[in-house]
């Protein structure tokens, strides 16, 4: 049974704040009137490319990403569907750049004034760093594209633990790393923080494990194998995240929690009591929270790093921050 749920996100708990200096090469002493007229900082008079995407989105850009997949552990794969959503930025584009890493893409469609047709498309060389680029030839009037394909067991942004590597040692468990550049491992995206998109979303799981999203959830929602998201605020696709696995869900307080295995639930809720006060002090300085709840996941101790903050569902690691109390793990 599939349930969609309300609105919940994510709580920057640490903000840095930049000191302003002297200006670089400046000399000492009192200012000429052209160096007291002149900007601290010029303003670049075109906005940089970034070099580690393929994407065109100077021309398209995609707004907003619908996902429909299978997790299927047995081949440590994404099967499905992705639809996206654009916006023209440039009336007279005809292709859509796309960046891709080791993905199997079946088929690609466009959608021209509410009728879907078959798209030619070409997936570029294979770059070590950037992956390869997806170029779809676009109809006139395409507002969106749907990509059926999946993923490969070697994804670098998703991460396959067999049961023996958790706490439980019972079933096997996915989670997703997809900073810098491999959210596009595991989806076609415009994988560059250029590009803000909303999402919504479509989880298969074997019905004995849950599956969370850095997206609205429901942390009261049945196991059933069929899970629904939706993440209205525009993210990059870096911040995409999930994770897959027997986990339960602590409360802290009416819209802060805690995912995690059975064994460290409730010594996790306890680490991260003090998670409300934070929220607290963060509002006190920049104004009320806006977005939800704000959920955190522990994963499994085979998880090699102290922490990810991403949107709505930032991950940590207990064992290691229990071990090192000095250091945040960046919730």
Excluded at 137 to 151: C, F, G, H, M, N
Excluded at 205 to 221: C, F, H, K, N, R
Excluded at 267 to 289: C, R, V, W
Aim: proline residues 9%; aromatic residues 8%.
């Amino acid at each position: 049974m599939s349930h969609r749920v309300a609105a919940v996100s994510i709580l920057a708990l640490s903000f840095a704040l930049a000191a302003c200096s002297q200006e670089p090469g400046a000399a000492s002493g009192s200012a000429t009137p052209e160096q007291a007229a002149a900007p601290v900082y010029a303003a670049p008079t075109e906005q940089p490319v970034d070099p580690f995407t393929y994407a065109n989105y100077r021309q398209i850009r995609v707004r907003h990403v619908d996902l429909d997949l299978d997790v299927l552990f047995d081949e440590k794969v994404l099967d499905g569907v992705a639809v996206l959503d654009l916006v023209y930025v440039d009336s007279a584009a005809t292709v859509l750049v796309l960046d891709a890493n080791d993905l199997d893409i079946k088929s690609v469609e466009a959608n021209a004034d509410g009728a879907w047709s078959a798209a030619p498309y070409t997936l570029g060389a294979d770059d070590p760093i950037k992956g390869s680029a997806l170029e779809i030839e676009l109809p006139d009037s395409a507002k969106q594209v749907r990509i059926t394909y999946r993923t490969s067991p070697e994804a670098e942004g998703l991460q396959w633990l067999a049961p023996e590597q958790t706490a439980g040692k019972a079933h096997p468990f996915l989670f997703s790393q997809f900073q810098p550049l491999y959210a596009r491992t595991m989806a076609p995206l415009q994988d560059t923080p250029a590009v803000r998109i909303t999402y919504s979303a479509k989880l298969r799981t074997p019905p004995e494990l849950i599956a969370v999203m850095s997206a609205a959830q429901d942390p009261d929602g049945v196991r059933d194998g069929d899970y629904s998201f939706d993440m209205p605020q525009p993210i990059p696709a870096y911040l995409l995240a999930l994770a897959v696995g027997d986990f339960g869900f602590k409360a802290i307080n009416d819209h802060i929690g805690v995912y995690a295995e059975d064994y460290i639930l409730d010594a996790s809720a306890a680490e991260f009591e003090d998670t409300p006060k934070m929220e607290q002090a963060i509002n006190d300085l920049y104004g009320p929270y806006k977005w939800g709840r704000y959920d955190m996941i522990v994963l499994p101790p085979s998880f090699p790093r102290h922490g990810e903050p991403t949107a709505v569902l930032p991950d940590a690691d207990a064992h290691r921050r229990r071990q090192e109390p000095h250091q945040c793990c960046r919730p």
